[in-house]
């Protein structure tokens, strides 16, 4: 790997996060690696029901859909991957029952957690990942179904980079990385979450490292403590 830093930021950074990466990067890029497009006409949660949203942009997408306040789901439940998700969840009103670290993470809760058969329904992205619809829990002991939230349409830049180091949030970012980059074998990958990391290794990173948090300054604070 070159002894320059250029840093590859694969969602925008806080103006304290750009500050503190700068102390051990000699170049930094902030890239959204897709555009959004959300769904409208999204069925509201059913009584009963247990939502699922393992992004932001899920619940987004419902409250654009429905046109609804924040508070507007009082009374309704829901597990949600990540703690910023879990925030959001509660501040539309969502009775969170648990804000797990990772996909995995929510699939061992609701095994551990659900004897009695319950209805799950997963708000997603269009390139949702297998691990909740593929896990054994939900195919023979619950009634689980997935609800397309938001399209992600991937970037196609004119021209590739030259990055080294990757901080990415997404399976959808690492797929971006890929594609764009000239050399993943010197790339250097911070990821924000087990899920992110998978795909990185899938894709073919060989340096990939994980946050103990799935939180953007937790990815900061990895390569801060990694590379200073």
């Known amino acids: 790997?070159?002894?320059?830093?250029?840093?590859?930021?694969?969602?925008?950074?806080?103006?304290?996060?750009?500050?503190?990466?700068?102390?051990?990067?000699?170049?930094?890029?902030?890239?959204?690696?897709?555009?959004?497009?959300y769904v409208s006409n999204l069925p509201w949660p059913e009584n009963g029901q247990i939502s699922i949203f393992t992004s932001q942009k899920a619940l987004q997408a419902i409250q654009m859909s429905h046109h609804s306040k924040y508070g507007d789901y009082s009374g309704y439940e829901c597990l949600c991957v990540g703690s910023r998700t879990g925030l959001l969840a509660e501040k539309m009103g969502f009775t969170v029952v648990y804000s797990a670290k990772d996909a995995n993470d929510l699939v061992r809760f609701v095994d551990n957690t659900y004897s009695e058969q319950k209805s799950f329904?997963?708000?997603c992205a269009s390139d949702r990942l297998n691990v909740l619809r593929k896990a054994d829990v939900f195919r023979a002991r619950h009634h689980f179904r997935e609800v397309v939230s938001y399209h992600k349409?991937?970037?196609?830049?004119?021209?590739?980079?030259?990055?080294?180091?990757v901080l990415a949030f997404s399976p959808s970012g690492i797929a971006f990385a890929r594609r764009h980059l000239n050399d993943v074998n010197a790339v250097r990958v911070f990821?924000?979450?087990?899920?992110?990391?998978?795909?990185?290794?899938?894709?073919?990173?060989?340096e990939v490292l994980v946050a103990e948090e799935s939180t953007v300054q937790a990815v900061c604070d990895l390569v801060s403590k990694t590379l200073g």
């Open 153 to 165: 349409h991937l970037k196609n830049l004119p021209y590739t980079l030259d990055s080294n180091v």
């Open 121 to 123: 329904v997963h708000y």
């Open 191 to 206: 990821c924000i979450g087990a899920t992110t990391a998978q795909a990185a290794r899938e894709a073919g990173f060989r």
């Open 1 to 37: 790997m070159s002894s320059e830093i250029l840093l590859l930021s694969l969602k925008a950074l806080t103006r304290s996060q750009l500050t503190q990466l700068r102390k051990v990067a000699h170049e930094i890029l902030c890239i959204e690696p897709f555009d959004i497009e």
